[in-house]
């Protein structure tokens, strides 16, 4: 079976043979930006469709089981809906921040995808400071809720941006130190080497009980982050109507909307990555057989299974749980995690100097 | 400034992540039990749907095989509407010894301004309405809703006074 | 006359820094037509001003051109969740008025479906206070037990919300001979059920978090407001009219008050979950022992009430609804004032919600248990 990594080589070298190196560059650049935009379609899809599957099934009901077989095209369905609606732009709000604010939310979630490995050796753009530039950018995108809720003109949408301001600058701490821990145990802040520094073992079996505190609170930090229940303080329906996105409809609501998802399925796969060792499969100490088998299973399917097993997660603690009031929200973050993640951060370098890890 | 002992900040957190856990495990097992599911289907389950038999749909008057029903005409069901739902409207005919008679011309029902509260059915003396078992009751024009409950050429059953 | 731009200028007026917001009439916290005027310092709630009337049906007006067994089928349509017990409280005063003495077998059956009724209104209170506090999945938990109980009511009354079951001198009908079989059934699912509750939400730390201190009443200020039910109970105050007055055979129960004395958001919630509990037992000691006998007293086609004036108070759901008419000695009441647990209890949120977040407002929304048609009327 071929893997991603294979037919991405053949395609360059047959675009070398063809075309001059410029427009190898130009073409090559075309065809990922479109590979992006496809898998932003049908990620949209996906996850719409198992977030509401996943909330039918723990409500005791059965969720969407009309359109298509099994009601596997109810997104796509909501999409033309949604596609066909009018965008309607409030006459009060600040039309040129209110249009762009959609744009700039999926542009960050377009950036954030370059680093990933989809699959062994298969990356748009294996930066050496791959952790460091997703940290980054990932933090660009309050700039969006804050745009759309300050140009909406309404004073929910308003609340709602502040909320998320207040949140997101928090919890980028806890999420930076949740990494950190990995990269002082990978020594590299490449993705590709912190992959292949689990090649014999995912970190979070490899770091002991360290590893896991920093990927509870990696996992706790990036759902409020993404601002996602427990932490959706910045839509908040029961009291803010809608948070940041009250005004928006139509294709503008659908990006804010898209751009959720797209950033809960990054902030899961650079957590499948960094603990759960990405496109690696899991391998077990001596045992031959068993590791050899494990191998025969394709690279991005380890990497989609392990990804969408966290998106689960975070799906899980949405439908299960109530929601924080903003004090409590940042007392979590200053009075617990907080703590909690530096003294974890200090463990896992003496750790990594005393080399207590496998 | 209050100031935590480590002991408690400790055992704070793991009761937190306890009770959290309690929470997800319930959602968990509803996830993968999916016997427990209690929605219905319900446009495919019409056929097989039954209501009971107290259900208050809308009233009818109920007609036997020659086109006869038990109505005299006593407005009583009239009086006890509180919505003034029903309308009786009456007509004289002729009985066979040359007699005027009155009888029921139409019984107009107003489902629109309907209660369902069942009053009417109580108040009936000679049982000439009940309460169907229908709940579909949309329609595209609301003069649809306003109803005749006697057929067209029905005359009262006979021994009904 | 109240304009709706009063509230836009009065936003100039306030004080540097303050924000003023409309939650409602269309908000999806508020549960039906509630218009909240909140002012804002920040996050922090300043002062909350409830702004009454887009759901009035003047129903008390209404009333006074119906007859007295007319009149009944309107008050189920003030507090829809606990239609019953509003039919109830008004045929008690009818009955009063007319000095019928009704059978034992529908007292029983009165007490039972007023009891049943009760679970139903808590059930949808407990999955809607979880939903106002952003958990969704207890709402659709808590159906399961409510559709339940409303399967037992259409099966008896012919109806799900507005029954319209409980006329002068009695009931409409007999019980459904399935009613003892399937209230067992029921008890049997609440029971294995109900430690779920604790598990989703009543152990949850955030919810804790959430509710406990906040949303302070004390005992002085819920009599001195005229609360009643579970928001009074919750701050001490004893005001179950079942125990105080009792009515119908609540006497003869064996049935406990629920209090606590938290007197915060948390003990109104813990009433509640502990009344839903109290009901079952009431409805455990009753569905065996239905005595036989009329289910309806013999009544005279055309009631008229006595010259006189006639009050009567039931415990509802939501405290106390007390009912009171005016007969001139006609086929119709004179005046008619019902006295609604929803409104007063309402009253007392400006004074609760002070200094609390926007969140905690919502919060404590949720546990005054607010219906709104019962408020307007």
């Known amino acids: 079976m071929p893997s991603f990594y294979e037919i991405a080589d053949q395609l360059h070298s047959w675009l070398n043979a063809n075309f001059n190196p410029t427009w190898v560059l130009i073409i090559e650049m075309v065809l990922a930006g479109v590979a992006v935009i496809g898998l932003f379609a049908v990620l949209g899809l996906v996850l719409v469709i198992m977030e509401r599957k996943v909330s039918a099934w723990m409500q005791i009901r059965l969720g969407p089981n009309r359109v298509g077989p099994k009601g596997m095209l109810q997104s796509l369905a909501d999409t033309v809906k949604l596609i066909v609606k009018e965008g309607m732009t409030p006459s009060g709000a600040d039309k040129f921040l209110f249009n762009l604010a959609p744009y700039i939310a999926m542009i960050v979630a377009m950036l954030l995808l370059a680093p990933i490995a989809f699959a062994g050796n298969f990356q748009l753009w294996d930066i050496n400071v791959g952790v460091l530039y997703v940290s980054a950018i990932s933090s660009l995108s309050v700039i969006s809720v804050l745009m759309a809720g300050w140009a909406s003109n309404n004073k929910c949408s308003l609340l709602g941006a502040m909320r998320s301001g207040a949140q997101i600058v928090s919890y980028e701490l806890t999420a930076g130190l949740s990494v950190l821990a990995i990269v002082v145990l990978a020594g590299d802040l490449k993705i590709s080497a912190i992959v292949a520094s689990q090649s014999d073992g995912w970190w979070i079996f490899k770091g002991h009980i360290p590893a896991i505190i920093a990927f509870v609170t990696f996992i706790i930090a990036v759902t409020a982050e993404t601002n996602r229940a427990p932490f959706d303080l910045a839509e908040a329906e029961s009291e803010l109507t809608a948070g940041f996105h009250t005004e928006y409809s139509g294709m503008k609501f659908a990006l804010f909307f898209l751009a959720e998802y797209v950033n809960v399925?990054?902030?899961?796969?650079?957590?499948?990555?960094l603990f759960l060792g990405g496109p690696m499969p899991l391998h077990i100490g001596n045992w031959e057989g068993f590791n050899h088998a494990m191998d025969y299973v394709p690279s991005s399917l380890w990497f989609f299974g392990k990804t969408f097993f966290l998106i689960f997660l975070i799906m899980w603690f949405r439908w299960t749980f109530p929601r924080l009031r903003i004090d409590q929200l940042l007392n979590l973050e200053w009075k617990y995690l907080l703590p909690i993640s530096m003294i974890n951060l200090l463990i896992v370098t003496a750790m990594a100097i005393l080399k207590w890890h496998f | 400034m209050k100031i935590v002992p480590v002991k408690k900040y400790i055992s704070d957190v793991f009761g937190a992540i306890k009770s959290l856990a309690t929470g997800m495990k319930r959602t968990m097992y509803y996830f993968t039990h999916h016997k427990e599911i209690i929605?219905?289907?319900?446009?495919?389950?019409?056929?097989?749907?039954?209501?009971?038999?107290?259900?208050?749909?809308?009233?009818?008057?109920?007609?036997?095989?020659?086109?006869?029903?038990?109505?005299?005409?006593?407005?009583?069901?009239?009086?006890?509407?509180?919505?003034?739902?029903?309308?009786?409207?009456?007509?004289?005919?002729?009985?066979?010894?040359?007699?005027?008679?009155?009888?029921?011309?139409?019984?107009?029902?107003?489902?629109?301004?309907?209660?369902?509260?069942?009053?009417?059915?109580?108040?009936?003396?000679?049982d000439a309405i009940k309460m169907a078992q229908t709940f579909e009751h949309s329609v595209f024009d609301r003069s649809k809703l306003t109803k005749v409950l006697n057929n067209p050429g029905s005359k009262i059953m006979e021994g009904v006074e | 006359m109240y304009r709706e731009t009063d509230i836009i200028q009065s936003a100039d007026q306030s004080p540097e820094g303050y924000m003023i917001i409309n939650v409602g009439p269309q908000h999806p916290a508020t549960?039906?037509?509630?218009?909240?005027?909140?002012?804002?310092?920040?996050?922090?709630?300043?002062?909350?001003?409830?702004?009454?009337?887009?759901?009035?049906?003047?129903?008390?007006?209404?009333?006074?051109?119906?007859?007295?067994?007319?009149?009944?089928?309107?008050?189920?349509?003030?507090?829809?969740?606990?239609?019953?017990?509003?039919?109830?409280?008004?045929?008690?005063?009818?009955?009063?008025?007319?000095?019928?003495?009704?059978?034992?077998?529908?007292?029983?059956?009165?007490?039972?479906?007023?009891?049943?009724?009760?679970?139903?209104?808590?059930?949808?209170?407990?999955?809607?206070?979880?939903?106002?506090?952003?958990?969704?999945?207890?709402?659709?938990?808590?159906?399961?037990?409510?559709?339940?109980?409303?399967?037992?009511?259409?099966?008896?009354?012919?109806?799900?919300?507005?029954?319209?079951?409980?006329?002068?001198?009695?009931?409409?009908?007999?019980?459904?001979?399935?009613?003892?079989?399937?209230?067992?059934?029921?008890?049997?699912?609440?029971?294995?059920?109900?430690?779920?509750?604790?598990?989703?939400?009543?152990?949850?730390?955030?919810?804790?978090?959430?509710?406990?201190?906040?949303?302070?009443?004390?005992?002085?200020?819920?009599?001195?407001?005229?609360?009643?039910?579970?928001?009074?109970?919750?701050?001490?105050?004893?005001?179950?009219?079942?125990?105080?007055?009792?009515?119908?055979?609540?006497?003869?129960?064996?049935?406990?008050?629920?209090?606590?004395?938290?007197?915060?958001?948390?003990?109104?919630?813990?009433?509640?979950?502990?009344?839903?509990?109290?009901?079952?037992r009431i409805v455990e000691q009753l569905i065996d022992n239905i005595p036989e006998g009329d289910f309806q007293a013999k009544t005279k086609a055309v009631l008229k009430l006595p010259k006189g004036e006639f009050y009567t108070r039931v415990e509802t759901a939501r405290g106390e609804l007390g009912v009171y008419i005016v007969s001139e000695g006609g086929t119709t009441p004179y005046r008619i004032k019902f006295r609604s647990p929803g409104f007063s209890n309402l009253s007392v949120l400006d004074k609760i919600a002070r200094g609390g977040k926007i969140g905690d407002l919502i919060a404590m929304m949720g546990t005054l248990d607010l219906v709104i048609p019962d408020i307007d009327r």
């Open chain 1, 265 to 273: 399925f990054i902030v899961c796969a650079l957590g499948a990555t």
């Open chain 2, 39 to 126: 929605t219905q289907q319900y446009p495919d389950n019409r056929n097989t749907l039954e209501l009971p038999e107290r259900f208050k749909g809308e009233v009818v008057m109920p007609h036997d095989e020659n086109n006869e029903h038990r109505c005299t005409g006593c407005q009583a069901c009239e009086l006890a509407c509180p919505n003034g739902t029903i309308k009786v409207i009456f007509k004289n005919e002729l009985t066979p010894e040359g007699k005027k008679k009155k009888a029921i011309d139409k019984l107009v029902y107003h489902l629109e301004l309907c209660t369902m509260c069942n009053l009417c059915v109580e108040a009936c003396p000679s």
């Open chain 3, 31 to 280: 549960h039906g037509v509630l218009h909240l005027v909140i002012t804002l310092n920040g996050e922090t709630i300043k002062k909350v001003e409830p702004h009454l009337g887009y759901i009035h049906r003047s129903i008390e007006k209404m009333c006074e051109s119906l007859s007295y067994r007319q009149f009944i089928y309107v008050t189920s349509r003030m507090d829809y969740l606990s239609a019953h017990i509003n039919n109830h409280a008004c045929a008690l005063c009818v009955e009063k008025g007319l000095q019928v003495e009704i059978p034992e077998r529908a007292k029983v059956i009165r007490v039972l479906m007023d009891e049943l009724t009760r679970i139903a209104s808590h059930e949808l209170w407990w999955g809607a206070m979880a939903m106002d506090l952003g958990a969704f999945t207890p709402f659709f938990h808590a159906f399961r037990e409510r559709e339940t109980i409303n399967d037992i009511m259409e099966e008896t009354c012919g109806a799900r919300l507005t029954m319209n079951y409980m006329v002068p001198g009695g009931v409409m009908h007999d019980i459904h001979p399935n009613f003892q079989r399937r209230v067992k059934e029921f008890i049997q699912l609440y029971k294995s059920k109900i430690h779920e509750y604790d598990e989703l939400v009543t152990g949850n730390i955030i919810f804790q978090n959430r509710m406990k201190g906040v949303g302070i009443l004390s005992a002085e200020d819920a009599i001195s407001y005229g609360c009643t039910g579970p928001v009074a109970r919750g701050s001490g105050v004893s005001s179950d009219i079942r125990k105080v007055q009792p009515y119908e055979i609540y006497d003869k129960l064996q049935f406990d008050e629920v209090l606590e004395t938290g007197c915060d958001s948390f003990a109104r919630y813990l009433i509640r979950i502990k009344e839903m509990n109290q009901s079952i």
